[in-house]
């Protein structure tokens, strides 16, 4: 079975660094193509980043040059580096999975704070 | 890049059947395979059709999924509504590796 468990999420100071996690069980992650999705409170969905089996990474506007998707193919994780954080970021941070010919799996999601 | 657009909100009464669109601004809809995810109040999103019109295991059939190059338009469709359907309803494509959603769908069951 598939699942997916993010945590990291927290407090922190606007500018300041943090590393979410994302553990992936029922599946190996160097196969399949990885996203962060993030969700501010009371708002939609928002694409964050994608990385493909290959290790590219595409980011959106809003986080490129500041955030970093990565993985651990020996832990089986996938990572999101986030530094100069704002308010704006702010946000429900989910990680997914995707093959083509299945559907996508979610993980439950880890809350960012980004506050003084 | 483009935008998905949705509809705010829908509402339908239980046993009928609602149609959520979900309309591209600039390029085909074929492009690029369209999703589309539920998520019920407190809950993570869940795929409720992949691929345009592929529904996964444990999805009741009464979902379907479609894409309309005429209008430009991807539809999910709803039958023999269930109070348990009530929820937040979003589509998502993508474009050069980048995903796009739609601003999402509230779809009340009254």
């Known amino acids: 079975e598939v699942q997916l468990a993010e945590t990291g999420g927290g407090l922190i100071q606007p500018g300041g660094s943090l590393r979410l996690s994302c553990a992936a069980s029922?599946?190996?992650?160097?196969?399949?193509?990885m996203t962060w999705v993030r969700q501010a409170p009371g708002k939609g969905l928002e694409w964050v980043s994608l990385?493909?089996?290959?290790?590219?990474?595409h980011y959106a506007d809003s986080v490129k040059g500041r955030f970093t998707a990565s993985r651990d193919d020996s832990k089986n994780m996938f990572y999101l580096q986030m530094n100069s954080l704002r308010a704006d970021d702010t946000a429900v941070y989910f990680c997914?999975?995707?093959?083509?010919?299945?559907?996508?799996?979610w993980g439950q999601g880890t809350l960012v704070t980004v506050s003084s | 890049n483009f935008m998905l657009t949705q509809p705010h909100s829908v509402s339908e009464s239980p046993g009928k059947t609602v149609t959520i669109s979900c309309t591209r601004s600039?390029?085909?809809?074929?492009?690029?395979?369209v999703q589309w995810y539920q998520q019920r109040p407190g809950s993570s999103p869940t795929t409720v059709i992949y691929?345009?019109?592929?529904?996964p295991s444990g999805v009741p059939d009464r979902f379907s999924g479609s894409i309309d190059s005429s209008s430009n338009s991807a539809s999910l469709t709803i039958s023999d509504l269930k109070t348990e359907d009530e929820a937040d309803y979003y589509c998502?494509?993508?474009?050069?590796?980048?995903?796009?959603f739609g601003g999402g769908t509230t779809l009340t069951v009254l």
């Open positions: 029922g599946f190996t992650v160097s196969y399949n193509y």
């Open positions: 990385t493909y089996n290959h290790d590219k990474s």
């Open positions: 600039s390029g085909r809809i074929a492009s690029d395979y």
């Open positions: 691929e345009d019109n592929q529904r």
């Open positions: 997914t999975r995707g093959r083509f010919g299945d559907p996508i799996y």
């Open positions: 998502q494509s993508s474009y050069n590796s980048n995903w796009v």
